[in-house]
Structure formats: structure tokens, C-alpha cells
């Protein structure tokens, strides 16, 4: 089974602010996804990576999928409260089994 | 775009009941759909993927007998949680792919599960 660590797990910081957020596996994926999830509703795409060395920009979200195909970034320029929930990166399997990172939830405060 | 609906939102029951989650694609037919759970400020864990028209497989340390699967139709699978526990309480959510496209998931807006 592969796995798909994100780092960090956990972030609070301030309107703003800029961050980053990493997805890493030992394997490699034809396809990478990110998605957002707020509180008591399912996760919503954000995009989708194809080619190793991509980058995709999305407003203030810029996405990059590694030369490799092992991992993944997403920076976030210019952090809002409107930004905050659980961001999860998630890559297909076999079967077309979906299989998500461990998520980072992110917090950002006035 | 895509929409899958999830039925009911949010279930209490008690202890030993059995529970039925629906999941539907609305405006297209789901050949695959798979179903998750998550525990609070977890991410999602595959239990089971649905095939419409066979039997569901289910991930390793799912209990079958337990999460009951039924795709009957192109477009509604059905999680049933037999004699639940307080332990089986979480989030469940589904998600549909139709044929084709290979980035196609789709999610419903899950449903919290609540045994007392």
C-alpha cells in the first residue's frame, strides 16, 4: 500500500503569512490530487498534477508535482481565513482506488 | 459538473441498530464509487470499493459483515453498519468516478454517524 506523508500536520499562523505544505511517497504516481476539506463536509478538489516538474497556479495557491512523480507542494501566498481546513493531497492506485495523504490541517487567524 | 448526493447527513442510533447510508450520483452514472472513513482531524481512510452490479472489495482490516455494500445501479450504492457500536462512530464519506476520465472523483458532503 502506498503511502503519502504530508508535512506539516498541523499549522496556525496569521493572516498573511505565506506557507507550504508537502506530500512525499517512496512511489511513483501518474497523478497527484489535492483537495480541501472543511469541517462536517467532504473534500473538494483543488487540482489535479500530471507531468513530473508541473506547476499549477490556482489565485493565490501555486502547485507543484516533483521532477520524479514522488511528491508534491502546495504554497499558499498571502494566507486569509478562508483558507483554513484540512488540505489533503491523494494519488490513484490500483483498482482506481483513490488513496489520501495524512493530511494538514491548517488554521489561519486574523 | 458531477454531484453526488449523501443520505442522511448526520444519523444517531443506539447501540446493536443497524444504520443505512445512501450515496447517489445525480448527474451521472458511477461505474466505480468507493466508500471512507475519518475520525476528527484524521484523513480519509478507504473501506471498500463498489462495483456496480458484483461484490464490493473490501480494504485489508474492514470488516465485511460489518459495512455492508450494495451498487445496485449505475448510480446509488448503499453502506448499511450492522449492529453498530459506539466505536463505529465517524464520518463516512462516499465517492463516485464514472467511466472514463481518470481524475473523475467526486465526493458527497458525508454523513456523521452517532451510536449511543
Known amino acids: 500500500t502506498q503511502l503519502l506523508e504530508q508535512s506539516p500536520q498541523f499549522l496556525s499562523i496569521q493572516e498573511g503569512e505565506n506557507l507550504t505544505v508537502y506530500c512525499n511517497s517512496s512511489s511513483v504516481f501518474s497523478s497527484l490530487q489535492w483537495y480541501r476539506q472543511e469541517p462536517g463536509e467532504g473534500p473538494v478538489l483543488l487540482v489535479t498534477?500530471?507531468?513530473?516538474?508541473e506547476v499549477k497556479k490556482l489565485k493565490r495557491l501555486t502547485f507543484q508535482f516533483g521532477d520524479a512523480r514522488k511528491d508534491s507542494s502546495l504554497h499558499i501566498t498571502a494566507a486569509q481565513p478562508g483558507d483554513t481546513g484540512l488540505y489533503l493531497c491523494?494519488?490513484?492506485?490500483?483498482?482506481?482506488?483513490?488513496?489520501f495523504g495524512t493530511g494538514t490541517q491548517l488554521k489561519v487567524e486574523l | 459538473g458531477a454531484v453526488v448526493s449523501q443520505h442522511p447527513s448526520w444519523v444517531i442510533c443506539k447501540s446493536g441498530t443497524s444504520v443505512k447510508i445512501e450515496c447517489r450520483s445525480l448527474?451521472?452514472?458511477?461505474?466505480?464509487m468507493f466508500w471512507y472513513r475519518q475520525f476528527p482531524k484524521q484523513s480519509l481512510m478507504l473501506m471498500a470499493t463498489s462495483n456496480e452490479g458484483s461484490k464490493a472489495t473490501y480494504e485489508q482490516g474492514v470488516e465485511k459483515d460489518k459495512f455492508l455494500i450494495n451498487h445496485a445501479s449505475l448510480t446509488l450504492s448503499t453502506l448499511t453498519v450492522t449492529s453498530a457500536h459506539p466505536e463505529d462512530s465517524s464520518f463516512y464519506i462516499c465517492s463516485a468516478r464514472g467511466g472514463g476520465s481518470n481524475y473523475g472523483y467526486t465526493f458527497g458532503s458525508g454523513t456523521r454517524l452517532t451510536v449511543v
Open positions: 491523494a494519488a490513484g492506485g490500483g483498482g482506481n482506488k483513490l488513496t
Open positions: 448527474d451521472f452514472q458511477a461505474t466505480t
Open positions: 498534477v500530471v507531468t513530473g516538474g
